[in-house]
């Protein structure tokens, strides 16, 4: 999956960009205050967006 798509993703579920780090951006719930890392690629392994979801719990996006 793109990473723009993705973050487009997170967004939709109040998931908003908390702060950015060397390799990584750090996104943050809204509802319920949970912070995970998105690796800074241009494309992102499904793998990889499935186990951010479940960080934030959010719903799978595939």
């Known amino acids: 999956m793109k990473r723009n798509d993705f973050i487009k993703y997170l967004n939709r579920f109040n998931c908003i960009l908390y702060r950015e780090g060397a390799k990584h951006s750090i996104f943050k ?6 912070k995970t890392a998105v690796p800074r690629h241009n494309e ?3 793998n990889t967006c499935k186990e951010i979801c479940k ?3 959010i719903p ?3």
């Open 29 to 34: 719930n809204l509802n319920n205050d949970f």
């Open 55 to 57: 960080q934030l719990e």
């Open 44 to 46: 992102l392994k499904n």
């Open 60 to 62: 799978n996006p595939f």
